[in-house]
Each structure stands twice: as C-alpha cells, then as structure tokens.
C-alpha cells in the first residue's frame, strides 16, 4: 500500500495509543519537499534537539533523518516507519542498548528483534562472534589513529574467500621489483644500515600479503603519478576492494568499499568518514546498500559492551561483515612482506 499522509497519522496515532510509552509521542515533522525537509533537519541539528524528520516523496517513499545522530532511512514500507518512530522515542528514554531491545520487543517483538539486528528489515540477529574482537581485525584501531603500522590499509579479492595475487599486486602499484623477488619482509627493511635508512624511507614503503580471504597492501604514500593500469588492474579479477585511510593531522579516517568497480556508499559521499558512527547509533543509511555494516556493527555492540572505543567496534564489524584480516604478529614481529616503492 502506498504511504500517504493520511495513512500514515492514523496508523501512528493507532500505534501511540496502543502502549503508554508511545503515546506522548507525536508524528515527527513530515516534509512535503527536500528543501523544507533538509531546513527542519538542519535547524534540528543546530538546536542539539535531534528530533526525527521525514519526507514522504511523491511515489509513496519515506525519507528520514535523526539530524543531531546523523542517521537516515529510506522505505517505502509503513510498518518500518511506524517503527523507526517509535525506536527514536524509546532511545529518548535510554542510552543502554539492550534495554532498548528489550523495552521495543515487549511493544512488538518484531521491533525487538530489528532493533537487534541494526536494520530497518527483520532478518533477525546476526549471530555472535564469541570471542574477543581484539583478537581480530580491532587489534589495528588504536594504533592506526596515529597512521602506524601504515596510513591506508587496502584489501582486494576477487569473490568471496579468493584473494588476487599479493606480489603481482604489490608490482602494480608500484614496489620494487628487487625486494618483491626476494621475498623482502618488513624486519630486512628496519635493519639495514641500523635502521637510518627505513627512517628516512619509510613513507615510502609498503606492506602486502593475503589473510581472511583478502589481499592487504597496506602504504603511506604513492609515488608521484603512481596509479594502477586499468588493464593490468583489471588483469587480476579484482571485483571488490576496501580503502581505509587516516590523517592524522585533520582528525579524518575514511572507509570506502569498492565492488564491480562502483563504489558502495548508497549515493551520498564517494568516501564516509569513521567519524560519523556514533555509539548506538547507524552510520549508514538503513534500508541501504551498507545496510549490512549497520548490522554488523550493531551485533558488535551488542555482543562487547565492555569494548567502548567506536572504532575497535567498527574495524570488529568489517571482520565479521566482510571477513577483513590484519595478522597481528606479522605486523608487530616484521614478518610481513614488504618493499619500499621502486625508484623511477
């Protein structure tokens, strides 16, 4: 059925007067044009209220936005945004996760369960890692905020489970063929010349190898002109790709996910920020394409309380979601392979 303004007043006003925790809970703010919807949510957000804003489009879809969190939804269904609605009221009354669960799945055990499973749709609760997220890709999300062991972390494969070719990647973009054939490791590069020359040369570095079913290159800086040959690029079967980048000095770390040479970002930004995920809180668009990273990071919360740096929860949410790996030790013990870029 189509959404209207109509259908939708009469089904909130029905669904607020059902439980008493909703029933001081009026519509949200319903826009009928993008310019009326993004001048309430920007007032909202300059206020600090955070309030809930919706646009109802044309063709029956429903827009919305918690402008103070960031979060956004897209549906055309009214059942997920009468729920949408009533998760934003319960969170006013808590900050604790579960027990906003719990509190939505004693209203309807459906909208227990989607608030579990971090999306708009009710596929259920991802299942539990059961295990320390540290022990995993997290280990990276301390450290890397001060660019160490490197400041872009990128991964390829080609399917699922099928990493490209780490050393005919590490070519292409650039390392030296010389260090690449000796099987060069990041310990050889420290310990030559008593480490003078790795510290003047680091930056120019890079480290690559295969863990989780994805090939990692991980670098500071490219040469000058340095970029992948499309043929060549498109010789290795890659289909789909991660960049993970940190500056320091401007506070900005950026996830971008790359597949089918697209990228997947539901329209909005070319490359999202790690800074937009806020505890709690999805930092994708819900009913989007990274709807999936919105459950994983959900389950992360969920599963860790103990864990409260959001970026060791969002680096645990790409392993679970997308299967990403960094072997630790490697890293730490100078085993990894590595090479600085080759000299033009």
Known sequence: MKITPQALTTSWQRTAASHPLLRDTPLPFLARTEDEWDAYAEAAEEEGTGGLCLLLEEDGTVRGRVAAFRESFVTGALDEVLYVIAETAIRELSEDLTEVADTLGRIDPVWGRRFRGGNLDDPGALASCGRDPLDGLAWIAESWRDQDPYTCLAFFRTAPGQPVDAERLALLYGADPAQVAEGTRLRDLRAADGGRT???????????????????????????????????????????????????????????????????????????????????????????????????????????????????????????????????????????????????
């Open 198 to 344: 790795h510290d003047e040369r680091e930056w120019d570095s890079c480290g690559y190898g295969q863990a989780g079913g994805w090939t990692y290159l991980l670098h500071h800086e490219t040469p000058p002109g340095a970029r992948a040959d499309k043929e060549a690029y498109a010789a290795l079967g890659i289909r789909e790709s991660v960049w993970l980048t940190a500056t320091m000095a401007k506070a900005i770390y950026t996830f971008q996910y790359v597949k089918d040479g697209r990228s997947v970002d539901d329209g909005d930004w070319s490359a999202l920020e790690l800074l937009a995920y806020e505890y709690g809180r999805a930092p994708y668009r819900r009913g989007g394409e990274l709807g999936f990273l919105n459950r994983a990071i959900r389950r992360a919360e969920l599963d860790h309380p103990e864990v409260t740096d959001t970026y060791a929860l969002y680096f645990h949410a790409l392993e679970t979601s997308l299967g990403l790996s960094l072997p630790r030790r490697d890293v730490a013990e100078g085993n990894m392979r590595a090479a600085y870029w080759a000299k033009g």
